[in-house]
């Protein structure tokens, strides 16, 4: 026996009315003896009115409901501009990370310069970022299994509530202006010379603190001449120098301060601990002394033989060449006498060195025994150090910030930050309201087919209860 069913409220019937196949449109077809996607198909055309005006109305409401959301989002479009992109790595061969994008730092910065502190947390700034990869390159071609890499990407930012005084075009700025600080002060440029840090000198000889102060200047001396080669004439707009006069401030603390610091060390004869500083000196001396007889024989056996090579060879080993205004002459070509020579010339050198390192030792450990330091020598030893420590910070701080400069000039196009334009955000527009659409549409065949199916389980596909 048939279960009667209850019979459907007003409100049911009005929504079967709207979405229920009309059987006044379906002719001589009969929807039972149809397969469920041909059934779908006439439910959905024998309603197409209703249907066509619910997708107008969807259309409508999904073209205002996106607008409002684009005014709430800023896409831009990040390009990687330099050869060490298409392998995946930054510029110094480390492995590229686009997620560094979103990191707590480069939120940190990006919230520091808006003034943002308090207001909102790196972790929910980053929570408003989305990246999307726009395009990858195979690394190797012929490889069907190497995987890919990203040249380019979309990210993509999305309003914070909380953030109100700052608007979403110029909060977006200040994060690629803040993950620019952040890619060139990491994988651009090797700047380890100029962040100066003379270290913990508590135990180090006083002496030896000079040569420290010594050893750091040259090496940041070398490093701007390194950079005034590649550019002379560049000048920062933030320090207001340019590499020529910082190499100049780096020679007058060499010349005068450290200068000034080593004289007063030396005459002085002052140290931390003289006793034990004296006998490193003298066992350093004694293997320097090996080192320079070492050398001294070497030399000697080479310059014997120089004076007793056959002279009659040298004159016999000769070819014909020309000179750069076409004229032959016989030029002699190297001899074991010429080698001989070089190699004797460069042990002389070592030995010599040697010599005058093992005379300033002695030299040191003569002051040492023979001084009597007062207090006022420690203080003014101490003091001169202080000095001549924060000159080398000063003029490595400002190396380091023209360097800096110079870095984002030479490759400001490393990385490229489009925004979106006009254009761009209308395709966008149009793609999202055309998807929800179809997915609206196939939700109206699919509510169709199972309204048509609740009908017909209550027997009342032909009853004018409908």
């Known amino acids: 026996m048939k279960k009667k069913l209850k019979k459907p409220n007003k409100y049911v019937r009005k929504f079967c009315e709207f979405f229920g196949s009309k059987p006044k449109n379906l002719g001589e077809i009969r929807l039972a003896d149809l397969n469920p996607f041909k059934r779908t198909f006439f439910i959905a055309w024998s309603n197409k009115k209703n249907i066509g005006i619910a997708m107008l109305v969807f259309i409508l409401a999904a073209t205002l409901v ?28 480390t492995r590229y990370n686009v997620y560094e994008f979103k990191s707590n730092e480069v939120m940190q910065m990006a919230i520091d310069y808006a003034g943002l502190g308090g207001v909102i947390t790196p972790e929910e700034l980053a929570a408003d970022i989305d990246i999307i990869e726009n395009n990858s390159n195979r690394i190797d071609p012929k490889d069907k299994n190497s995987y890919y890499i990203s040249s380019s990407y979309q990210i993509k930012y999305t309003k914070n509530r909380k953030i109100k005084d700052v608007s979403i075009e110029d909060m977006m700025s200040l994060i690629c202006k803040a993950y620019n600080e952040y890619f060139h002060e990491r994988y651009v440029g090797n700047k380890s010379v100029l962040k100066y840090q003379l270290g913990d000198i508590s135990n180090t000889e006083y002496i030896e603190i000079g040569k420290l102060f010594t050893q750091k200047s040259d090496q940041m001396l070398r490093y701007i001449q390194q950079r005034i080669e590649e550019n002379a004439t560049f000048s920062s707009e933030n320090t207001g120098e340019s590499f020529q006069t910082i190499k100049k401030m780096i020679q007058n603390v060499q010349n005068y301060s450290i200068k000034k610091y080593n004289s007063f060390v030396r005459e002085s004869g002052i140290a931390r601990n003289e006793e034990h500083y004296v006998r490193t000196l003298t066992y350093t001396n004694e293997v320097m002394d090996m080192k320079y007889r070492k050398f001294m024989i070497d030399y000697n056996v080479r310059k014997n033989g120089v004076t007793n090579y056959d002279a009659g060879m040298i004159g016999t080993v000769m070819v014909p060449s020309i000179n750069n205004r076409n004229q032959y002459y016989m030029s002699r070509t190297n001899t074991g006498t010429d080698y001989m020579t070089l190699d004797a010339d460069y042990f002389l050198d070592k030995g010599n060195s040697v010599e005058r390192d093992i005379i300033e030792n002695n030299d040191i450990i003569e002051k040492i025994n023979q001084s009597e330091p007062t207090k006022e020598d420690y203080a003014k030893v101490n003091e001169l150090i202080k000095s001549v420590d924060d000159e080398l910070k000063n003029v490595a701080a400002v190396a380091n910030a023209t360097d800096r400069d110079y870095l984002k000039h030479t490759t400001k196009d490393y990385l490229n930050f489009r925004v979106a334009d006009n254009r761009a955000m209308t395709i966008i527009l149009i793609q999202d309201v055309l ?9 109206l065949c699919v509510l169709g087919y199972l309204i048509d199916g609740y009908i017909r389980d209550r027997g009342a596909i032909n009853s004018e209860e409908l």
């Not at 709430?72 to 510029?91: D, F, H, K, M």
């Not at 998807?435 to 939700?443: D, G, P, R, Y």
Request: charged fraction near 20%; glycine fraction near 2%.
């Open 435 to 443: 998807l929800s659409s179809i997915i609206f549409f196939m939700l």
């Open 66 to 93: 996106f607008a409002i959301a684009k005014k709430e989002t800023v896409r831009i479009t990040l390009s990687l501009n330099y050869e060490e992109a298409s392998r995946g790595q930054n510029p110094n061969r």
